[in-house]
């Protein structure tokens, strides 16, 4: 195969794509519509830090590709140091059984057992939680599915706030599909039973020396390195794809830009940087908030993920303010009394920490819309891929999911392996709704 390949989208998918083009000796160029490459793992910069666009840690079980195209962005294995805030108090997260029942009570956690040893029929269908919960078949909706699963009581504690915040829809409008986002933090419970077969293992997980956009840096390297052409700026919608000269296209960008759709839709996120007096905080390096008192639903410590996001002058936290409800265009430096009296509140900074700095970004395009019936309109939406004849899409955005930067990357890897073997298009679109069922790992 010689023809040249294009490939649009300038993230982690889209430059892997390139690099592994450019290994099996495919002539290809990346366009990227943003002006500078990168997509979500661009840093944002706050008191001369690069921090990550959100929390961007990267688990030791992620896909080997990731670490061994990006070797030299220096990866480092780093405890993690995770608090959960639950009802008042700070949970050790990765979270532990016998911390989890201390939190909830001794009445709460009966209630709760209580519940399951009335009604076991619940328990089983809360262990075959994974096999139930994709986007084919009869969808119950979000709150039926998990209802009949851990009961009313874990429901309105745990469940239903979470996906209020993040995606201001009442749950019973949601799919069911929702509960693979995020289990973790969207679920305690849930979170006690993936990590029942690693209690024992210290928790740990793998972060460039650099941060995440150092992942970036070095896979744009390897792309000079192999004389690939990026060029940013450029957008490619369905009319300029139609008119492009390209046989094959690997696309990374959003599903919409394919297909001129607007049928499925994400939620973003509001990342509030704060900066406070040096040696406010403590060691924990994220702390997850599922209760719906407080605006944001994770905050993380760049300084705790790599010594080299350290400001020299400050305290520096991520605070991440899902769309949910809000809508765009909402200024949180405007309220920055607010934001920092429930940082106290829920014990991150503590009573009296001032604010010496603040500012906001805006992320679009974060959180996909599972809403009931979703898959159907996402295989539609396929199928209008599938009529362009040489489009292989790819990525997170490229396929409407929730997931991690290997899994994206790994998917752009199946696709390129898949088009160098001389595989179609139509063929490929055929093989994506395996990647559905991918889980977020936090």
Known sequence: MTSPVLVVGGGVAGLGAAVLLARAGVACEVLEAGSRVGGLLDPVWFEGVPCDRGS???????????????????????????????????????LAPWSFARALGARTTTRMAMGWAMRPRRFERFRAWERDRGASGDDEGFED?????????????????????????????????????????????????????????????????????????????????????????????????????????????????????RALTHRGLYLVHVALPPGTLDDTDTWYVPDARYWFGRVSQPARFSPSLRASHADVLAVEIPEGRWGEGRDFTRDADTVMAQLRDAGIVPRGARCEAMAQTWIADVYPM?????????????DAVRALGRVFPAGRQGLFLHCNMDHALRIAADAVEHLCAGGSASAWIDRCARYLDLRVRD
Do not use: N
Request: proline share 6%; with cysteine.
């Open 56 to 94: 961007h840690r990267v688990h030791a079980d992620a896909v080997p590709l990731l670490f061994e195209l990006t070797r030299d962005a220096r990866w480092s294995e780093r405890p993690r140091r995770g608090v959960l805030v639950l009802g008042g108090r700070h949970l050790p997260y990765p």
């Open 145 to 261: 599915f998990v209802l009949s699963r851990v009961g009313e009581a874990a429901y309105a504690r745990f469940y239903r706030p979470y996906v209020e915040k993040v995606w201001g829809l009442d749950p019973s409008q949601l799919s069911r599909s929702v509960a693979r986002q995020r289990v973790s933090t969207a679920s305690p419970l849930a979170a006690l039973w993936h990590a029942r077969t690693t209690a024992l293992r210290p928790a740990t997980y793998r972060y460039p020396e650099g941060g995440a956009g150092a992942l970036i840096d070095s896979l744009r390297a390897a792309c000079e390195r192999a004389g690939v052409v990026i060029r940013t700026g450029v957008t490619v919608d369905q009319r300029s794809l139609r008119a492009m000269p390209h046989e094959r296209v690997i696309h990374t960008g959003h599903l919409r830009d394919m297909t001129g759709s």
């Open 370 to 382: 599972y809403v009931r019936g979703w898959g159907a309109v996402w295989a539609r939406e396929l």
